[in-house]
């Protein structure tokens, strides 16, 4: 989108190019093809004053026309039955608690009421396979990371379980599940700077920890579902921690990962792992700090 200054001077621009303009303007033939409009005209001029506010005008219309174009894409995305956004939003519709009605005119169950307290699922992952879909759902914990659908208590699953068989479009196979964080494992040496960081990996007379902060937040960082861990990418971020500077492993088992389907720890083989659970938690950091000396 156009700002109010670039809005403006098209205008200038084309105003200043104008024979007209330039015959009222400048009758002795002073411009030349080099001369701009604040040249001229001071910006305190009225000149310069009734272009401004037209342009703020325009980037105003514009800027509205922008986000209700934006809205408008939103919508129709969401509406279109069947794509990958129609079926996140539908999950993310599931009330606990709540009963659904047949509404005859759009035949569809809906809820009467609408109660966002009651909509308990907060991360969602919808996967394609060839004889249909397979859908991860996951709560939100305390801290706002993933957290399967209670299993000791059966309520939360056997209504949810309900709700999408009585919402989903008729005839699709699909097959639904709620776990686990993939739980990981990581053994690194780094070599630090011992000017910013004492020999555990703290920044010297504190008590954070650059690497550990670095590897939280990039397993939280990824993409509930859809994401992968990526090898190069998390030394990258471990890389770019204050006061490291050198992070390698210094065997192949490095990076191991425990999922729901596997609770075994395995090490990762390949260069990408897509979390089996949706999602991944860290289980153990083990560090060797070496100074850079």
């Known amino acids: 989108m156009r700002t109010v200054a670039e809005i403006k001077n098209e205008m200038t621009t084309a105003f200043m190019a104008d024979n007209d303009i330039k015959a009222k303007y400048d009758p002795t033939n002073t411009w030349t093809p080099t001369t701009q409009f604040s040249?001229?005209?001071?910006?305190?001029?009225?000149?310069?004053?009734?272009?401004y506010i037209v342009a703020v005008i325009c980037y105003g219309m514009e800027y509205l026309f922008g986000v209700h174009?934006?809205?408008?894409?939103?919508?129709?995305?969401?509406?279109?039955?069947?794509?990958?956004?129609?079926?996140?939003?539908?999950?993310?519709?599931?009330?606990?608690?709540?009963?659904?009605?047949?509404?005859p005119s759009t035949n569809t169950f809906e809820y009467s009421t609408i109660d966002d307290t009651a909509k308990i699922?907060?991360?969602?992952?919808?996967?394609?396979?060839?004889?249909?879909?397979?859908?991860?759902?996951?709560?939100?914990?305390s801290n706002g990371n993933p957290e399967k659908l209670d299993i000791s208590d059966p309520t939360e699953r056997d209504a949810f379980d309900t709700y999408i068989k009585k919402v989903k479009i008729a005839?699709?196979?699909?097959?639904?599940?709620?776990?686990?964080?993939?739980?990981?494992?990581?053994t690194l040496t780094v070599k630090y700077d011992p000017l910013v960081l004492d020999s555990s990996g703290q920044l010297i007379?504190?008590?954070?920890?650059?690497?550990?902060?670095?590897?939280?937040?990039?397993?939280?960082?990824i993409p509930f579902g859809s994401g992968i861990l990526n090898k190069t990418k998390l030394?990258?971020?471990?890389?770019?921690?204050?006061?490291?500077?050198?992070?390698?492993?210094?065997?192949?088992?490095?990076?191991?990962?425990?999922?729901?389907y596997i609770p075994a720890y395995t090490p990762v083989s390949t260069q990408n792992v897509t979390a089996y659970g949706g999602s991944f938690a860290l289980n153990t950091l083990t560090v060797a700090y070496s100074a850079n000396v």
């Not at 040249?39 to 272009?51: C, G, K, P, R, Y």
């Not at 005839?171 to 990581?186: A, C, E, K, M, T």
């Not at 921690?241 to 729901?260: F, I, K, M, N, Q």
């Open 39 to 51: 040249d001229v005209f001071a910006s305190s001029s009225i000149e310069s004053i009734l272009f």
């Open 69 to 103: 174009l934006t809205e408008v894409a939103a919508y129709e995305t969401r509406m279109r039955v069947g794509t990958k956004e129609w079926w996140r939003q539908l999950c993310l519709s599931f009330q606990l608690g709540y009963s659904l009605v047949f509404n």
């Open 121 to 141: 699922i907060t991360y969602v992952d919808i996967r394609e396979y060839a004889n249909g879909l397979m859908i991860l759902v996951a709560k939100s914990d």
């Open 171 to 186: 005839g699709v196979p699909l097959i639904w599940n709620s776990y686990d964080p993939d739980q990981v494992r990581i």
């Open 205 to 221: 007379g504190t008590t954070t920890k650059p690497v550990d902060i670095a590897v939280a937040d990039f397993l939280g960082n």
């Open 235 to 260: 030394i990258d971020a471990i890389q770019a921690a204050e006061g490291v500077v050198d992070v390698y492993p210094d065997v192949t088992a490095w990076l191991e990962v425990s999922t729901t």
